[in-house]
């Protein structure tokens, strides 16, 4: 029997990874995947505690929200990250200094 | 220990050190593939929890999808990235990067503190579900029972998540069109 708290463990260890990358990383598209780290793990909390859910299925439902939600995000965030690159000809965050005009 | 717990720790295992090398790894298209791993492993845990679904969904969303949009705009946004991104990351973690390292290990301390804190295997409501025969069985088919709650029970967030999405499209295209400044 896999007990909740291990569910939680590896959501917890998973969150810090993101949360690393999101801090440290110098490249938008890995500050992205540190996001999609933090996202999954969630989502895995929402699915481990969906367990005990059985008719209403709150969990699994929103974790399927949360997948969807996350897909979109992914596709604006390239998205800008794209218009980015044509202006400045970087992605890094910190090179981007200017607004418009 | 029996077979289900080993393929668990396996799994999680997988999970975790795929996870980290995306992290530490000093190559953008390394971790890229490596994400892809983390994912795999991500949806094997799904099945642990007895959510085949949404591991079926992870596997289409975010392999289908997400990843093939992120290695589209690494492809996109030039070779320059790759280069800049191999000068500044000599070594395994760079000295500029332990204030983020530092944060991110304290985090990870207070947070497994809160949580063997609250117990979560001690829940009132996962017994009282255990009581009530509630709790999903490994035989269970849960699928239909999730297409029925989102068409009954859950069809107003279905349906904000469906505009949303719709917007999400129209937006998507709109920022990526090429000609005029937008």
Redesign the interface.
Same mark, same amino acid.
Not at chain 1, 12 to 21: D, N, S
Not at chain 1, 47 to 57: H, I, P, S, T
Not at chain 1, 67 to 72: D, E, G, K, R, Y
Not at chain 1, 89 to 92: A, Q
């Given at each position: 029997m896999?007990?909740? &708290?291990?569910?939680?463990?590896?959501s917890?260890?998973?969150?810090?990874?993101?949360?690393?990358?999101v801090?440290?990383k110098?490249?938008a598209?890995?500050v992205?995947?540190?996001i999609?780290?933090i996202l999954?793990a969630a989502?895995?909390n929402l699915?481990?505690?969906?367990?005990?859910?059985?008719?209403?299925?709150n969990?699994? &439902?929103?974790?399927?929200?949360a997948?969807?939600?996350?897909?979109?995000t &992914?596709?604006?965030a390239?998205?800008?990250?794209?218009?980015v690159?044509r202006?400045y000809? &970087?992605?890094?965050p910190d090179r981007i200094d200017q607004l418009k005009d | 220990m029996n077979l289900t717990q080993m393929l668990f720790y396996l799994m999680a295992f997988i999970t975790l050190s795929s996870a980290l090398f995306v992290a530490a790894s000093g190559s953008l298209v390394r971790s890229i593939f490596m994400f892809f791993i983390t994912l795999f492993g991500l949806a094997g845990l799904y099945v642990f929890a007895l959510a085949d679904f949404v591991a079926i969904t992870q596997i289409v969303i975010y392999m289908g999808g997400i990843l093939v949009l992120i290695l589209f705009a690494f492809m996109l946004s030039g070779r320059e990235t790759l280069d800049r991104l191999k000068q500044q990351n000599n070594g395994f973690i760079g000295f500029k990067n332990w204030p983020s390292l530092v944060l991110a290990v304290l985090f990870f301390v207070v947070m497994i503190l809160v949580v063997r804190k609250a117990m979560p295997d001690n829940l009132p409501w996962p017994k009282e579900a255990a009581l009530l025969d509630q709790v999903i069985k490994p035989t269970d088919t849960t699928t239909g029972n999730i297409g029925v709650n989102l068409m009954t029970r859950y069809l107003l967030p279905f349906e904000a998540i469906s505009i949303l999405l719709m917007m999400v499209l129209v937006g998507a295209a709109h920022l990526s069109r090429k000609g005029e400044s937008v």
């Open positions: 896999i007990t909740l &708290t291990h569910f939680m463990f590896i917890v260890a998973l969150f810090c990874i993101g949360l690393y990358m801090v440290s110098s490249n598209i890995q992205l995947i540190g999609e780290l999954n989502i895995l699915v481990a505690f969906g367990k005990y859910d059985k008719m209403a299925n969990g699994q &439902t929103f974790a399927i929200f997948i969807v939600l996350a897909a979109a &992914t596709a604006v390239l998205a800008i990250i794209l218009n690159y202006k000809k &970087t992605i890094e | -």
